[in-house]
């Protein structure tokens, strides 16, 4: 089921970066991440409550607050760099480009969090290196 949820992620999120080029058009790209952001609080507090999930609140613990927040805040600062890279750039150099993020968490999961470096993955990471800068160049 979690490939099937990845697909929609990459669905959604190369709609992100069509839909955020039109939308940081003539304004501040740190505007644009702002409203973008409201707009995602909304939503995203709305399907909690719809789901029931909003009761799970007081059972969070320290250790996941603190690693949501560090999440939010490198959410934060990737998106207030992508909003304007996207608005300099070329959606079609920047958005891959970003992806660059793909190798990056493979290496932090690797040192971090155990998760082990198959010649599957490396050869994977590398050919999207490769793939990257060719169309990023």
Not at 38 to 49: A, E, K, P, Q, R
């Amino acid at each position: 089921m979690w490939i099937f949820y990845a697909g929609l992620s990459a669905v959604f999120a190369a709609l992100v970066a069509i839909f955020a080029k039109v939308g940081v058009q003539n304004i501040n790209s740190n505007l644009a991440v702002a409203i973008r952001t409201i707009v995602i609080l909304m939503f995203t507090w709305g399907v909690v409550f719809a789901f029931g999930a909003h009761k799970q609140i007081p059972h969070i613990s320290a250790k996941n607050w603190i690693f949501l927040t560090l999440s939010a805040l490198a959410t934060a600062l990737s998106w207030l760099c992508y909003y304007r890279a996207l608005q300099l750039g070329d959606v079609s150099r920047v958005a891959p480009l970003s992806k660059l993020s793909i190798i990056i968490t493979i290496a932090i999961a690797a040192a971090f969090l155990g998760e082990t470096l198959t010649l599957k993955v490396v050869i994977g990471a590398l050919l999207i290196l490769a793939g990257t800068l060719l169309i990023a160049m």
